[in-house]
């Protein structure tokens, strides 16, 4: 069974959850703990999502890992933000890509979503091939999707 977990529940992780919740069991998995509280209640605090957004799709909100070491699927979307030499902070990535080295697992797809420079993913899926014992596009995949959202782009929105 496919199940979905979108890691950073941000101005682009919140809006692919509960759009891709629509059709699969999803995750939302964010370490604010504040973040995930509000979610649970409906309540979006980037004012993008109202009370009705967040009905009749199959979404659990969770600040837990032990709650997502069993999904299919792992969306990355936590923000790396430019540094004063225009080059992505990646803080949030490592920690990211360093828990979920303790519960990939065969089969598993990571999709880094967030934005980042040319060899990054290689980087990463290294990484977790070196950490966990399994083997890169044999045990598990890992890719890059560009963002499909622009953050405060009320224009172009993702299809909800």
Known sequence: MIKICVIGLGYVGLPLALNVSK????????????????????????????????????????????????????????????????????SALKKTFHMLKKIIKIDDTV???????????????????KHTGLKINKDFFICYSPERINPGDNTKKLNQ
Do not use: M, W
């Open 23 to 90: 059709k699969f069991k999803t995750i939302g998995f964010d370490i604010n703990k504040k973040r995930i509280a509000q979610l649970k209640k409906h309540s979006d605090n980037n004012f993008e999502f109202k009370k009705k957004d967040f009905l009749n799709k199959d979404i659990e909100f969770t600040h837990r890992l032990n709650k997502i070491n069993n999904c299919t699927y792992y969306i990355i979307c936590v923000p790396t933000p430019i540094d004063l030499k225009n080059k992505p902070e990646l």
């Open 111 to 129: 999709v880094l979503e967030s934005t980042v420079y040319p060899g990054i993913t290689n980087n990463f899926g290294n990484f977790l091939q």
